[in-house]
């Protein structure tokens, strides 16, 4: 494992840091859970609004270190305003662990109003805001390449998987190869062929499908269900260097925000 950085104490310094860059820096409760989440918020409330989360999977350490360093090095898109949850798993990411101290998958509990503390606490705090976009950001542990989940509504095409696999490519950071027979990480009994079109370096989701197919929905399928038009997923291989995986992060969200 090439893993630089990974105390969560370390990473909520460095956020709460930011309030002298005018990042407005909070925690909020998670209610009926002994902790916080982090919730940062740039620009005016009044503008098209981006959410950016990392960190859902506490056992993804990339994600939440290239997030911190996407906001600090200003490369946010200034058209736009930005809700960021820094790292939505603090209990997951302190044990090194995917699901939560109470061995709940975070990222399956965007239903019903939330079943979880945490996806409660983001559902709560998102009640009343509107999202162009949302970002998700990931690390895939089997992967040797970078990846995003592009959801697609019915009669949409692909539009911003094929900018990121541009980007890495221009970079030369391997995008995934992805065939049938990649484990996408879902549960048995899946159908994954009536819900995924894969491709080099995207995975395109059947938006409608994977609604109805998941029992409790992920942070960015919630997001869509919503209104949010747009949600993407982005994966990076945690066998790969540190180094390489926040520099695809990077990539990944200012390719996006470019596009938006
Ligand atoms: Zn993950």
């Known amino acids: 494992m090439h893993d630089a950085r ?5 990473l909520a310094r460095e956020w709460r840091a930011l309030r002298a860059l005018g990042v407005r820096v909070r925690e909020i409760a998670c209610v009926g859970a002994p902790r916080t989440l982090l919730v940062a918020e740039i620009g005016d409330a009044s503008a098209p609004t981006v959410a950016i989360s ?37 209990s997951g990411y302190v044990a090194g662990t995917r699901s939560n101290a109470e061995g709940q998958d975070i990222n399956r509990s965007f239903s019903r109003g939330g079943t979880t503390p945490e996806a409660r606490a983001v559902l709560t705090a998102n009640r ?11 690390e895939d542990f089997e992967a040797d390449g970078c990846y995003v989940y592009e959801p697609l509504r019915p009669g949409f095409s692909p539009k911003f998987s094929p900018l990121v696999v541009r980007a ?11 065939g049938d027979d990649f484990d996408l990480g879902l549960p048995a009994g899946f159908d994954a062929g009536a819900m995924y079109r894969v491709e080099r370096g995207a995975v395109l989701v059947d938006y409608e499908a994977e609604v109805r197919a998941f029992e409790g929905l992920p942070g960015s399928l919630a997001s869509m269900y919503r209104g949010t038009p747009v949600a993407l997923t982005f994966e990076t291989p945690r066998p790969r260097p540190w180094q390489e995986r926040i520099a695809a992060h990077r ?10």
């Open 54 to 90: 990392a960190g859902v999977h506490g056992d993804e350490p990339a994600a939440p270190w290239a997030l911190l360093s996407i906001v600090r090095d200003g490369l946010l898109d200034p058209r736009f305003a930005y809700r960021i949850w820094p790292c939505l798993n603090p």
């Open 6 to 10: 990974t105390d969560y104490d370390d």
């Open 251 to 260: 990539l990944f969200a200012t390719a996006v925000l470019a596009a938006s």
């Open 128 to 138: 009343d805001r509107r999202f162009l976009l949302t970002l998700d950001m990931h």
């Open 168 to 178: 890495l490519d221009d970079a030369g950071i391997p995008a995934q190869a992805l």
